[in-house]
Structure formats: C-alpha cells, structure tokens
C-alpha cells in the first residue's frame, strides 16, 4: 500500500488531468480577435474606407498573431481534446467565421489598391488560419 501512495504523489499527472484552460481561454480570445476583423472588414464599401480601417486591420493581425503564438507555447491537449474544445466553441465561432469569410470574399471581388494592401495586411491571419483568411486576388 506504500507503495502505491509512493507512485501516486512521485507522478501528479497520475492523480489530476492536464490544465487546458490556457488553451482554450487563448482559443476565446482568437474568436473575440476574428471577430473585430470580420467587424473591421464590414465597413470596407469604397477606396476611402478602406484606406481609413487599414491601420486597425494591421493592429487586429497583430494581436491575433500574438495570440497564435502564444496558444504554440501553452500546453496542448491530444487531438482528441483539441476537438471537444473546438466542439465547445463552435457556437460561439462558426458564425465569426463566417462572417469573417463573407467579408474577405467581397473584398476580393473589389479592384482598387487600397484592398490590395488589405490583403497584405491580412497575410499573417491567412498563413495561421487559412480556411476563413484567403482573400484571393480578383481576376483581372
């Protein structure tokens, strides 16, 4: 029986699951993030617009690439947790996201300039995050 007691308190992990609550709050701070660049992207209608939101643009991408940062750094659950996490959020994200994708691809029907340094600006969310963030460029 000392034995066991021995095992137990030499090896934590045996005796409390893994704390995720860092990565998950950090998952809830993305969607707050995404979801100011989806409200930042609302506004874009003309040349003016866009080059008024584009300094918020690129202080948003900044934040969210701060915090995809920092969920690398936290500890992660297997793909199993990862899943009932982003299970949990979904509610809470898929309309975000999209309306995060709707307003990247009205955008990228647009053909003046100050769009094209949008989608410069929104490069960093598009490699992290690809699925809603390509803003492919229009056809000429």
């Known amino acids: 029986m000392k034995t066991a007691f021995i095992i137990l308190c030499a090896v ?29 992207l609302e506004g874009v209608t003309d040349k003016t617009s866009a080059k008024a939101v584009l300094p918020r643009v690129r202080e948003i991408v900044g934040q969210y690439v ?5 969920i690398l750094s936290v500890p ?10 982003e299970r949990g959020l979904k509610d809470e994200f898929a309309p975000i996201r999209t309306k995060l994708a709707a307003n990247i691809l009205r955008l990228a029907t647009a053909n003046f300039y100050e769009v094209d340094e949008l989608r410069q600006a929104l490069e960093p969310v598009a490699s992290i995050q690809p699925a809603p963030a390509v803003m492919p460029k229009p056809a000429a």
């Open 12 to 40: 934590p992990g045996l005796v409390q699951a893994a704390d995720f609550s860092d990565y998950e709050n950090l998952l809830k701070e993305s969607i707050g993030i995404r979801a100011e660049l989806a409200d930042a």
């Open 66 to 70: 701060e915090v995809a940062a920092k």
């Open 76 to 85: 992660q659950p297997d793909e199993a947790g990862k899943m009932a996490i």
